[in-house]
């Protein structure tokens, strides 16, 4: 296999173990020169210390790029207006942020005339497809480094090892082999003992929520504002995304809001296992689909739920900049055009309950529903509604019972008449 050349590379940059090895190994190994890509999504870093630490280790420039509000507006929202949860658990944190930081890093790499990107994902990983999907799709003509599929480092260990032989400084330390990774939607887990199954998790992995048993004794409502599907404000105070979702991380996290620990299956063919905190995700899932519950249509609610599904696929599997993504974004936008109101739900001990809905908008009729006397719906017409409805069943339950009929007919007249023997010929007997 040829190698690659490249000249000028933009590396996504997180300042991390991983990345912080890359600008060197990419000099040393290509003799390249090297942007770093630093993106904020909201992982509350020291950003101006992670540039001063990309140029220090060798890295021409270094951009930094403040996505927050893009990264929930254009992809954490629409994903929540999916109802998209992944395997019916995780609400794809780390999936929604790879699309958003890839868009950024090719900004960067056309900022800076380069003519090759890498990212320093594993070659095991879900991540890897997720990068270089949104590069096929921006940026066919850039070259794509892979280091972790190149280099002679197999090992979290093997990291440590190469930046203390460079005197690269990196965070943590090879004996807490925990990877995490945070951003505004959530923060994951990976690595360590968690790569055992049968371990349960330590309960140190914990930077969104507390322990069940610390969060309050008492519970807390708060109200969800939305407008056409999109979360607006909170106990009647309008906020940016931002803020909304840091508040809401806060309040639901305190009541250990939004933690699982999972084994999932990933793009590449096998199970891994994480722990997720996602305490707004979650909070905001729950409200939006009791929202719905008042008003979307059943047609429209049955149909809504198999585009979830689909779209928490395409999400996980790096399929972001697809043309079915914003097909499916068109419908859901239509579909939410009534999904404006309030929703409260209540906070307890690991729980986000709803409890109340109301939209200006909403299908729910008290008159029509009410078991006591009214003056709109006639009882009566029921009976005639439920014979044209049934009329299938009924129509094949009689072909049914008739051809059972038959066929207990035709049995009974095979017995009462045995069948008649047929004299053959003497000449045919004796021949």
């Known amino acids: 296999m040829t190698k690659v050349t490249a000249k000028r590379v933009a590396l ?48 021409i420039g270094c951009r930094v790029v403040d996505l927050r509000e893009r990264f929930l507006t254009e992809c954490a929202f629409p994903a929540l207006k999916a109802g998209a949860v992944y395997e019916g658990r995780y609400l794809l944190g780390t999936s929604l942020a790879r699309s958003v930081i890839a868009a950024a890093q090719v900004e960067v790499a056309r900022e800076f005339d380069c003519d090759a990107v890498a990212h320093g994902c594993t070659g095991k990983g879900n991540d890897q497809v997720r990068f270089e999907l949104a590069y096929q799709a921006l940026a066919p003509d850039l070259t794509v480094i892979a280091p972790w599929r190149e280099w002679e480092i197999t090992s979290r260990e093997d990291a440590f090892a190469y930046a203390a032989a460079r005197d690269i ?112 995700g979650t909070v905001l899932l729950a409200a939006l689909a009791d929202l719905e519950s008042i008003t979307l249509d059943r047609d429209t609610a049955g149909f809504k739920r198999g585009v979830a599904d689909r779209y928490a696929e395409l999400v996980y599997q790096g399929l972001w900049f697809s043309p079915l993504r914003p097909a499916f974004d068109a419908f859901l936008d239509e579909a939410h055009a009534t999904s404006t109101g309030d929703v409260t739900v209540r906070l307890f001990k690991g729980l986000a309950t709803p409890v109340a809905r109301t939209s200006p908008f909403s299908l729910y009729r008290e008159d029509l529903a009410t078991f006591e006397e009214d003056s709109v719906y006639d009882q009566a017409d029921a009976g005639g509604f439920i014979r044209l409805w049934g009329l299938p069943s009924s129509l094949a339950a009689r072909v049914r019972a008739g051809a059972a009929a038959s066929v207990t007919e035709l049995a009974a007249h095979s017995v009462a008449t045995p069948p008649q023997r047929v004299a053959r010929p003497m000449a045919a007997v004796r021949g």
């Open 169 to 280: 400084p990196v965070p943590g330390s090879p004996r807490k082999l925990y990877s995490i990774d945070r951003n505004l939607w959530h923060t994951s887990f990976e690595g360590g003992i968690l790569e055992d199954p049968s371990a349960a998790a330590p309960d140190e992995l914990r930077e969104l929520t507390v322990a069940p048993a610390e969060a309050p004794d008492e519970p807390e409502d708060v109200v969800i504002s939305f407008q056409q599907g999109v979360p607006v404000g909170l106990d009647g105070v309008a906020l940016d995304p931002v803020e909304l979702v840091q508040r809401l991380n806060e309040r639901a996290g305190a009541h250990s809001v939004g933690r699982v620990d999972l084994v999932e299956n990933r793009l590449v063919g096998m199970k891994s296992r994480g722990v997720y905190e996602t305490p707004a």
């Open 12 to 59: 996504a940059y997180s300042g991390g173990l991983d990345t912080s090895v890359m600008i060197t190994w990419l000099r040393e190994h290509y003799g390249c020169e090297v942007v770093a890509a630093v993106v904020d999504v909201g992982q509350r870093e020291d950003f101006e210390a992670i540039r001063e630490k990309a140029l220090s280790t060798g890295a």
